[in-house]
């Protein structure tokens, strides 16, 4: 059974950095993309970055490139988001997500991941 369980999220003034983490089970780590997500109140839940078997091949949302960045550790099935020059507008409960081979669709898109974790809650003060 898969399980993805997030950890790392609090609050932060503007300005400031967190770091996310997604512990993964149940699977073997090459074989899967995982992806962060986030979804503010009221908004839809959107792609935040992106990393197939390595994060040399990761992918960023236009609001986050250059702020964010997304690791992997296969060997420990582990991967991370640094976030850094947070801004209010990055706070949402942020999900970590798993695709199996072979991919399907666009990174950013929700419906081409099939596992999930609970979420991790980032909140970003002025």
């Known amino acids: 059974q898969v399980q993805l369980v997030e950890s790392g999220g609090g609050s932060v003034q503007a300005g400031g950095s967190l770091r996310l983490s997604c512990a993964a089970s149940g699977y073997t780590s090459t074989s899967y993309r995982v992806a962060w997500f986030r979804q503010a109140p009221g908004k839809a839940r959107e792609g935040v970055a992106a990393a197939y078997t390595s994060a040399r091949s990761a992918f960023y949302a236009d609001s986050v490139k250059g702020r964010f960045t997304i690791s992997r550790d296969n060997a420990k099935n582990t991967t991370d988001l640094q976030m850094s020059s947070l801004t209010p507008e990055d706070t949402a409960m942020y999900y970590c997500?798993?695709?199996?081979?072979?991919?399907?669709?666009?990174?950013?898109?929700?419906?081409?991941?099939?596992?999930w974790g609970q979420g991790t809650q980032v909140t970003v003060s002025s």
């Open positions: 997500a798993a695709a199996p081979y072979p991919f399907s669709g666009s990174w950013s898109n929700p419906g081409g991941y099939i596992h």
